[in-house]
């Protein structure tokens, strides 16, 4: 199985600060990712598809980049909504596997 | 639009049944599949298997030898059924449709299955 790693497991930051989530494949799957928020209680909701194609109706703060290992997603500008735990997903190899989740909360 | 139902309660050993309603459109349309994926208390997301209205199926192999998933297109619904369960298996099971992307890009409520004696 592809193993995922993102980093950091927990950040902090004041509203309207740039925050980056890095995560990272265990083998290359070229642009084969995705991002999650889940906010507390409620199910994931997909923010973005191919390592940086936004979901309709997602914030444009939202951003994904990346390629092969090494992808990240961007908040241009954090707002209170945003507080929640982020996931990436890989669908380059079956089975498909989850990160471990980056939880960003306001400072 | 998609919505989890099934015991909360399951004894060890015994067998997890859950179906998911598909409310808004139909689970017969193409490019989509139905998926179960789960979360145990406070850690992260697992993918369980999907099936295309088909019939045809995909199991994550860690999980495969006690996974049945089925389909009901006549009722617009599809179930997981997981064997031998055991208090490792007690999680958030989410139902969610997989689109063309591979992404899970509608997502039940979740319902909690809890795995005690």
């Known amino acids: 199985d592809i193993q995922m790693t993102q980093s950091p497991s927990s950040l902090s930051a004041s509203v309207g600060d740039r925050v980056t989530i890095t995560c990272r494949a265990s083998q290359s799957i070229s642009r084969s990712l995705h991002w999650y928020q889940q906010k507390p209680g409620k199910a994931p909701k997909h923010l973005i598809y191919?390592?940086?194609s936004l979901q309709s109706g997602v914030p444009s703060r939202f951003s994904g980049s990346g390629s092969g290992t090494e992808f990240t997603l961007t908040i241009s500008s954090l707002e209170p909504e945003d507080v929640a735990v982020y996931y990436c997903?890989?669908?380059?190899?079956?089975?498909?596997?989850f990160g471990p989740g980056t939880r960003v909360d306001i400072k | 639009q998609l919505q989890e139902s099934g015991p909360g309660l399951v004894k060890p050993s015994q067998t997890l049944s859950l179906t998911c309603a598909v409310s808004s459109g139909s689970i017969s349309s193409s490019g989509y599949s139905w998926s179960w994926i789960r979360q145990p208390p406070g850690k992260g997301l697992e993918w369980i298997a999907y099936i295309y209205y088909s019939g045809d199926t995909y199991y994550n192999p860690s999980l495969k030898s006690r996974i049945t998933i089925s389909i009901d297109t006549s009722n617009n619904q599809f179930s997981l059924k997981l064997s031998s369960v055991t208090a490792a298996d007690t999680a958030v099971y989410f139902c969610a449709r997989r689109n063309v992307y591979n992404a899970f890009d509608i997502w039940g409520q979740g319902t909690m299955v809890t795995v005690s004696s």
């Open positions: 997903q890989q669908y380059g190899t079956s089975p498909f596997t």
């Open positions: 191919a390592a940086s």
